[in-house]
């Protein structure tokens, strides 16, 4: 090579930026690396998914991926045989023992599912809001683990319900962010509409008062229940009318009043007027609740008296008042004083009279 020769290779080595010798040099002396955790989208482990620096061998495939949304694991010695027979070498395996690779996956919940069946038959055919829903699977629905990419929502492709017998039939499909197949989700079973009702935890009698740990509210089929139930709280602190079993539902026919007052039980009556409260103790001859009247016996005259239920073993007897003159006649009879005078005069005049005319 000639001086001028060497003088221009110089020139052009000067005219190369800094920055491009540096980048190559480091392509130059990149080194194969090995990574201890791999996560994968796809079914297929690549050589570019295990180490870092894989340069034109990264899209070459050595391995399965493990399941939807699991994980595994494989000794760096198996590793590194299967980078070999692919011409991959020299591999720093930064002293790991073990590599693990996860698949990626979308979990969607056994109760988004069952929400999302429920929300599909809402109001259809007769069915009331999706809440009230009761559904039965033909098969367990368990949580399910689809593609990464499948990140679409879930939509109702197609509905099937028949009301005579319950039975659902639907399809869902999912959207894919890499490609234009959608995922699909079938499900059949069969849905019942519900209500909330009160339900008795134990036997009971007829006139018993019912405790709160009496009741319980439970979701039951609606097509089961027949006429006005009553809610938990219109049950609790009120009478059975009737007997009833563990278990059965409550209405409101089925409930009254609590008596406050039973029958052939001890008393207070109370006498109350203007001006004077009396009591005095009786017997019940009636049962009663709040608002109810009944027949009470003075035990102190020993007659019947009738009087209203205002409260536990208390009646209230309403007492007469004297009756005032009224107007009217105060008027009358002041009336016939002033009429009467004029009479008396006038008969004490005629009597003068009569013996002048003698």
Do not use: C, W
């Amino acid at each position: 090579m000639t001086a001028r020769s060497l003088l221009l290779a110089a020139a052009l080595l000067l005219a190369v930026p800094a920055t491009a010798l540096a980048q190559a040099r480091e392509d130059t002396i990149a080194v194969p690396v090995l990574r201890a955790d791999v996560t994968v989208q796809s079914d297929i482990v690549r050589v570019g998914d295990m180490i870092e620096n894989a340069g034109t061998a990264a899209q070459i495939a050595i391995y399965r991926a493990p399941d939807l949304g699991t994980t595994g694991s494989l000794p760096t010695a198996q590793v590194i045989a299967a980078l070999q027979t692919h011409k991959v070498i020299g591999v720093d395996t930064r002293d790991i023992k073990t590599v693990s690779v996860t698949r990626l996956a979308r979990t969607i919940a056994s109760k988004e599912i069952e929400s999302r069946v429920a929300q599909a038959l809402e109001h259809r055919k007769g069915l009331g809001d999706a809440a009230n829903l009761s559904l039965t699977f033909d098969r367990e629905v368990a949580d399910l683990r689809l593609e990464a990419s499948n990140s679409g929502a879930m939509q109702a492709a197609l509905v099937r319900y028949e009301p005579r017998n319950g039975r659902f039939d639907i399809t869902f499909e999912i959207e894919s962010e890499v490609s234009s197949a959608r995922a699909r989700l079938r499900f059949t079973g069969v849905a019942i509409e519900t209500a909330d009702v009160a339900v008795l935890t134990r036997n009971v009698e007829r006139g018993e008062v019912l405790k709160s740990a009496d009741v319980v509210n439970e979701r039951r089929p609606k097509p089961e229940i027949v006429g006005d139930v009553a809610a938990r709280g219109q049950a609790v602190g009120m009478q059975m009318r009737k007997p009833l079993r563990a278990g059965q539902v409550l209405k409101l026919a089925d409930l009254g009043k609590p008596d406050l007052v039973q029958r052939d039980d001890g008393v207070t009556l109370i006498y109350e007027t203007a001006g004077l409260y009396l009591t005095m103790r009786g017997k019940a001859l009636d049962s009663g609740s709040e608002g109810d009247t009944v027949s009470v016996l003075n035990l102190q005259s020993k007659r019947a008296v009738s009087g209203v239920v205002i409260g536990r073993g208390q009646v209230a007897i309403a007492v007469a008042a004297p009756r005032l003159p009224v107007a009217t006649e105060a008027t009358s009879t002041t009336g016939a004083t002033e009429t009467a005078a004029p009479v008396s005069v006038a008969a004490t005049t005629n009597t003068q009279t009569s013996p002048k005319a003698e």
